[in-house]
């Protein structure tokens, strides 16, 4: 069983829907990720969290808005997604920046 | 900025030899490596890790990988692989602090009975 859980598993939304991924963790981990995946590539970093403080944005379109509420969770909310965004959408954890990162089984995004 | 270069997009090794996929890293400093396994539909499963130390470290699964600095690699290994270790294998490298991971495109490992 992965000890970072994330939800919903698949999701399926219109360009024009507002929806959030969600993920937690009870590691006592301090720093958490979010990436995405296309089919056949490597995950590709979206954003890192670190004591709660957004410390990384790749880039990432506004159309994602990541928040942190507390230590344990982790949140994407999705607006006026594109075709192109859909993907596995992946969150990890780590205990510091430096330390192995635990992923969960990830997001499956569809985007009509 | 680190890179990570998996040389072999596909793999087949028939059930029960040895395996070694190869991973070249990019960076300026001593790397924090990775390898990680994906099964289809599923997020990474870390299977080992290096940090300081001895260069050659051993993993779960029966995998293990060694660190060369001369050559910029970290080689995974296992001696006699099972049919179910048929999946999408990166390498990682991190940086100081949290920069999130860096992956190699992954190799595909199919495992012929």
């Known amino acids: 069983d992965t000890e970072v859980t994330q939800t919903p598993k698949h999701l399926v939304m219109g360009m024009t829907n507002k929806k959030s991924l969600k993920c937690e963790q009870h590691?006592?981990?301090?720093?958490m990720y979010w990436y995405k995946q296309k089919a056949k590539k490597p995950p590709e970093l979206m954003f890192v969290?670190?004591?709660?403080?957004?410390?990384i944005n790749e880039s990432v379109p506004s159309r994602f808005s990541p928040e942190c509420p507390n230590s344990s969770l982790l949140n994407l909310h999705l607006h006026a997604l594109q075709p192109e965004d859909s993907a596995l959408y992946l969150c990890?954890?780590?205990?510091?920046?430096?330390?192995?990162?635990?992923f969960g089984d990830g997001t499956r995004l569809s985007i009509l | 900025a680190q890179s990570v270069t998996q040389p072999d997009i596909h793999i087949t090794v028939s059930e029960g030899a040895s395996l070694e996929l190869r991973c070249n890293y990019s960076?300026?400093?001593?790397?924090?490596l990775f390898w990680y396994v994906q099964s289809p539909g599923q997020g990474l499963q870390l299977l080992l890790k290096?940090?300081?130390?001895?260069?050659l470290v051993q993993g779960i699964k029966g995998f293990e990988a060694e660190f060369k600095r001369s050559q910029s690699s970290f080689n995974l290994r296992k001696p006699s692989v099972h049919w179910s270790d048929a999946a999408e294998y990166f390498c990682?490298?991190?940086?100081?602090?949290?920069?999130?991971?860096?992956f190699g495109k992954g190799t595909h490992l199919i495992i012929q009975p």
């Open positions: 990890a954890s780590s205990l510091t920046g430096d330390q192995p990162q635990h």
């Open positions: 590691m006592g981990h301090r720093a």
């Open positions: 969290y670190s004591y709660e403080k957004l410390s």
């Open positions: 960076y300026g400093a001593t790397p924090y």
């Open positions: 290096y940090f300081s130390g001895d260069t």
């Open positions: 990682a490298v991190v940086g100081g602090g949290a920069d999130g991971l860096t």
